[in-house]
């Protein structure tokens, strides 16, 4: 994702706690309290400008949801799409996903949400890609037994590489898709990525990983 410099980010940001939840560690073990009811929680790393999660809370109403994203510059667009869509069920954290167990107990996270992220093509950075064995570990120190990933791409080489992953680490791989576009599922909801890549006529994979913990 290219980056652009915002200056005014910053502050937005902060004067807006209650979308972009400051001090998110303190919510702990307590995001129940944070949204005001026990819903499941369902959270995407790697949120991006906010269109799926947004698009998600307003399709699931009964659902809980968090997009968590890297960089100031970009979760500010996912900051003015909540704004202006007003929903009560959907949240941001401003943060790094490598530190999630700060912020979520074990067994609080419903569903993991992986959307067309990047794919750190270079063997050496390896470790950065969300589908790494690290990850895994950390999506699997949170998530209720038994708990999914949900992964979507479009590109070949991170999907392989994720399926592989995935499957040594002993995930159960459903409802594997290598179209979704111009396959039988329904109610797909579209990324800004997903959007973008497929208005090319690139092909979208998809993929269901549960753990059998
Ligand atoms: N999911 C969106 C979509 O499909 O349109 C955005 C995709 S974009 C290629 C990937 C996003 O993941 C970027 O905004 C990046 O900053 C974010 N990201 C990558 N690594 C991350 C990490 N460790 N923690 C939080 N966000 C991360």
Known sequence: MRLRHKPWASEKISENPQYVVAQPEEKKGKWDKEFGND?????EVGTGKGQFVTEMARANPDVNYIGI??????IVTALDRLIEAELPNVKLLNVDAR???DFFASGEVGRVYLNFSDPWPKNRHEKRRLTYENFLKLYEDILIKGGEIHFKTDNQGLFEYSLKSFSWYGLH???LSLDLHNSDFEGNIMTEYEEKF???????YRVEAQYQN
């Open 39 to 43: 819903n499941p929680i369902h959270i």
């Open 198 to 204: 497929s208005a090319k006529g690139q092909r979208i």
């Open 69 to 74: 994203e890297l960089y100031e510059s970009v």
């Open 173 to 175: 791989l459903k409802f």
């Open 99 to 101: 530190n999630l167990t």
